[in-house]
């Protein structure tokens, strides 16, 4: 358990996503979206930079964990109906699977 403290941010935001699905306020939701752009650029910046590969190799945080944050965040975002968000949401979690899978192709290859 000691990847908990690896992955404070993530459950900060789960926490954060959970308040704007019950109360819809415009300050959270900028706040998501900032967050939320700053996770696309770090996840685009990734197949970009070798140093961010190398980092990002070294979390404990297993990948089960980052499943389940992105698919209740992304349930809860469809709760609130901000589609945007939602796919903003699925594009993140979709750029977090494919660099697993294609380490994994070149394992096998």
Known sequence: MKWIKDAILD??????IVAY????NDI???IIWV???LLIISKV???????????????????????G????SIILLIT???YP???AWVVIWVLSVVPKLVKTKKKSS
């Not at 944050?69 to 209740?72: A, G, M, P, S, W």
């Open 35 to 37: 967050y939320t752009s």
């Open 69 to 72: 944050t992105y698919l209740l």
């Open 80 to 82: 609130t109906k901000n």
């Open 45 to 67: 910046s990734y197949f970009f930079f070798d140093f961010l590969q190398s980092k990002a190799s070294k979390t404990k945080v297993p990948d089960w964990f980052y499943h």
């Open 28 to 30: 959270i939701e900028i």
């Open 85 to 87: 968000l939602v796919i």
């Open 11 to 16: 459950l900060l935001i789960l926490v954060v």
């Open 21 to 24: 699905a019950i109360t819809s």
